[in-house]
Protein backbone atom coordinates (compact mmCIF):
# COMPACT_ATOMS: atom_id res chain seq x y z
CA UNK A 1 0.00 0.00 0.00
CA UNK A 2 1.51 3.34 -0.82
CA UNK A 3 0.77 6.25 1.44
CA UNK A 4 1.04 9.95 0.97
CA UNK A 5 2.67 12.34 3.68
CA UNK A 6 2.65 16.51 3.21
CA UNK A 7 4.47 18.33 4.80
CA UNK A 8 5.18 22.46 4.98
CA UNK A 9 2.01 23.86 5.34
CA UNK A 10 1.24 26.74 7.78
CA UNK A 11 0.38 30.42 8.56
CA UNK A 12 1.53 33.11 6.22
CA UNK A 13 0.88 36.69 5.42
CA UNK A 14 -0.55 37.84 2.45
CA UNK A 15 2.10 38.19 -0.18
CA UNK A 16 4.31 35.23 1.74
CA UNK A 17 5.58 31.70 0.04
CA UNK A 18 5.42 28.77 0.98
CA UNK A 19 6.47 25.26 -0.02
CA UNK A 20 4.45 22.12 0.23
CA UNK A 21 6.11 18.58 -0.04
CA UNK A 22 4.66 15.21 -0.37
CA UNK A 23 6.58 11.96 -0.02
CA UNK A 24 5.32 8.32 -1.21
CA UNK A 25 5.92 5.22 -0.26
CA UNK A 26 6.27 2.10 -1.93
CA UNK A 27 5.66 1.32 -5.41
CA UNK A 28 6.23 5.08 -6.22
CA UNK A 29 7.71 4.23 -9.80
CA UNK A 30 4.42 2.71 -10.84
CA UNK A 31 2.94 6.41 -10.34
CA UNK A 32 1.81 8.36 -13.39
CA UNK A 33 0.42 11.47 -11.80
CA UNK A 34 1.00 13.21 -8.97
CA UNK A 35 -0.89 16.55 -7.98
CA UNK A 36 -2.22 19.33 -5.75
CA UNK A 37 -5.95 19.95 -4.87
CA UNK A 38 -7.73 22.08 -2.26
CA UNK A 39 -10.44 22.29 -0.36
CA UNK A 40 -11.77 25.34 1.28
CA UNK A 41 -14.37 25.13 4.05
CA UNK A 42 -17.53 25.20 2.43
CA UNK A 43 -16.42 24.69 -1.10
CA UNK A 44 -15.67 21.31 -3.34
CA UNK A 45 -12.05 19.73 -3.73
CA UNK A 46 -10.60 21.38 -6.68
CA UNK A 47 -7.45 20.92 -8.18
CA UNK A 48 -4.66 23.41 -7.84
CA UNK A 49 -1.70 21.57 -9.97
CA UNK A 50 -0.41 18.55 -11.35
CA UNK A 51 2.41 16.95 -13.10
CA UNK A 52 3.01 13.52 -14.97
CA UNK A 53 6.15 11.35 -14.48
CA UNK A 54 7.47 13.01 -17.88
CA UNK A 55 7.18 16.32 -16.17
CA UNK A 56 3.94 17.60 -18.23
CA UNK A 57 1.69 20.15 -16.30
CA UNK A 58 -1.63 21.76 -15.46
CA UNK A 59 -2.39 24.39 -13.30
CA UNK A 60 -5.73 26.17 -12.32
CA UNK A 61 -6.20 29.66 -13.76
CA UNK A 62 -6.37 30.85 -9.85
CA UNK A 63 -2.72 29.76 -9.21
CA UNK A 64 -0.70 30.37 -12.33
CA UNK A 65 2.31 32.18 -12.20
CA UNK A 66 2.50 32.38 -8.47
CA UNK A 67 2.62 28.55 -7.56
CA UNK A 68 4.68 26.07 -9.43
CA UNK A 69 4.60 22.36 -9.01
CA UNK A 70 7.61 20.07 -9.84
CA UNK A 71 8.77 16.08 -9.16
CA UNK A 72 11.37 13.82 -8.16
CA UNK A 73 10.41 10.55 -9.67
CA UNK A 74 13.06 8.66 -8.38
CA UNK A 75 12.11 9.57 -4.81
CA UNK A 76 8.28 9.73 -5.27
CA UNK A 77 8.28 13.04 -4.09
CA UNK A 78 6.41 16.33 -5.52
CA UNK A 79 6.35 19.84 -4.45
CA UNK A 80 4.19 22.60 -4.91
CA UNK A 81 5.92 26.21 -4.38
CA UNK A 82 3.74 28.88 -3.68
CA UNK A 83 4.23 32.50 -4.05
CA UNK A 84 2.21 35.52 -3.72
CA UNK A 85 -0.43 33.92 -1.72
CA UNK A 86 -3.29 35.74 -1.17
CA UNK A 87 -6.59 35.00 1.28
CA UNK A 88 -8.16 33.27 -1.13
CA UNK A 89 -5.76 30.46 -1.16
CA UNK A 90 -6.36 29.57 2.32
CA UNK A 91 -6.92 25.84 2.38
CA UNK A 92 -6.70 22.07 3.28
CA UNK A 93 -4.13 21.11 0.27
CA UNK A 94 -4.36 16.94 -0.38
CA UNK A 95 -1.52 15.11 -2.43
CA UNK A 96 -2.63 13.26 -5.01
CA UNK A 97 -1.38 10.11 -6.90
CA UNK A 98 -2.69 8.41 -10.07
CA UNK A 99 -0.69 5.09 -10.49
CA UNK A 100 -0.81 3.42 -13.88
CA UNK A 101 -3.32 0.56 -12.77
CA UNK A 102 -5.65 3.22 -12.29
CA UNK A 103 -5.25 3.18 -8.68
CA UNK A 104 -5.45 6.93 -6.68
CA UNK A 105 -4.67 7.61 -3.10
CA UNK A 106 -4.95 10.93 -1.13
CA UNK A 107 -2.51 12.40 1.87
CA UNK A 108 -4.16 13.02 4.89
CA UNK A 109 -4.03 17.14 4.18
CA UNK A 110 -2.19 20.24 5.40
CA UNK A 111 -3.75 23.32 6.25
CA UNK A 112 -2.24 26.73 4.51
CA UNK A 113 -3.70 29.52 5.97
CA UNK A 114 -2.89 33.06 4.45
CA UNK A 115 -3.60 36.03 6.68
CA UNK A 116 -2.48 39.03 8.45
Known amino acids: QVQLVESGGGLVQPGGSLRLSCAAS????????MGWYRQAPGQQRELVAR???????LYADSVKGRFTISRDNAKGTVYLQMNSLKPEDTAVYYC??????????WGQGTQVTVSS
Open 96 to 105: HALFTSGYAN
Open 26 to 33: GSIFSINV
Open 51 to 57: ITSDGRM
